[in-house]
């Protein structure tokens, strides 16, 4: 169901940015730096130590730029991780980083506009383009262009990523955040599940830089990731099925027996590929990755 948010313009403008982190990292000074000089908005870091090794070192990475808001925690997982920053939002918007990627100083201004010109939109996203180690891009990136949400849930168009999104705070809130069971793959999911509720706003500019380097939490067997991915889109029809072909909808039953069956059966189908997905994804995540196929 479509959400119609009635925004505060100066709001729009006041953006809390969770990074979640477990290991701290070469990277992390300068995706915190991104993140507070953004152009034309106000923004807030709250980052989440999920149990890293140092947390002398995270100490000191909050406290190199006012603006940083540190939380610690056990060793719990980026889903619970990323909740515990949710559950300290402040602002109506949040974005979501990674501690080894960055972004461009126009990122959140320009999604602040796309999102305003679409009052029933969620999110607005761009695309993004790729970093080595060292910071040089490399590779074509990936575009963002305008896309109808059907098309997204239904997979005919890549979701958009995880860290080129800037969303309303209610509707994160509103879909329950991150699923802890998910070790792997949490972000689709929870985008999906946001598409579920509104659309959100393309734009096709690369502001985005995803680093890849050894240590990526994504460097596992790219079949097994394709294969989760998918049952990911089965899953998440699944759940819109209920939504959109649900008896007490027709006009041909309304009987409250048949109600009872078709809510059971959609349970048991949704149950039934969440459990394979949670398995799936694990896999690919600790699998070696053994290249393409």
């Known amino acids: 169901m479509e959400e119609n948010i009635e925004d505060d313009p100066m709001s729009l403008r006041r953006v809390d940015v969770i990074l979640a982190s477990n290991r701290g990292g070469p990277f ?18 709250i980052l989440v130590d999920d149990g890293s090794p140092d947390p002398e070192f995270m100490e000191r990475a909050a406290a190199r730029r006012e603006g940083v808001d540190l939380v610690r925690q056990p060793p719990q997982g980026v889903s619970v991780a990323r909740n515990t920053g949710l559950d300290r939002v402040q602002a109506d918007l949040v974005a979501f980083l990674d501690d080894d990627d960055i972004w461009e100083p126009t990122l ?58 800037l969303l309303k705070a209610q509707a994160c809130r509103a879909v329950g955040g991150f699923d802890p069971g998910f ?32 240590h990526n939490a994504t460097n596992g067997d790219p079949r097994v990731r394709a294969a989760a991915s998918d049952r990911l889109i089965r899953l ?58």
């Open 28 to 45: 992390l000074d300068e995706a915190i730096d991104t993140a507070l000089d953004q152009e034309g908005v106000s923004t807030r870091v």
């Open 108 to 165: 959140l201004t320009t999604l602040v506009g796309a999102l305003a010109s679409d009052p029933l939109a969620l999110g607005a996203y761009s695309g993004g383009y790729y970093l080595d180690a060292a910071g040089n891009h490399f590779g074509q990136g990936w575009s963002a262009a305008p896309a109808r949400r059907e098309d997204l849930l239904r997979g005919a168009v890549p979701i958009p990523t995880i860290i080129t999104l």
């Open 183 to 214: 070790d792997f793959g949490e972000d689709n999911d929870f985008i999906l599940r946001l598409l579920q509720r509104g659309p959100m706003v393309g734009v096709d500019l690369q502001l985005v830089g995803y680093r890849r380097h050894q």
């Open 236 to 293: 998440n029809r699944t759940r819109a099925l209920a939504a959109s072909t649900n008896p007490r909808h027709s006009h041909h039953d309304m009987n409250p027996p048949n109600q009872s069956a078709w809510n059971t059966k959609v349970q048991t189908a949704a149950v039934g590929e969440r459990e394979k997905l949670v398995n799936d994804m694990r896999i690919a995540k600790n699998k070696p990755n053994r290249g393409s196929p």
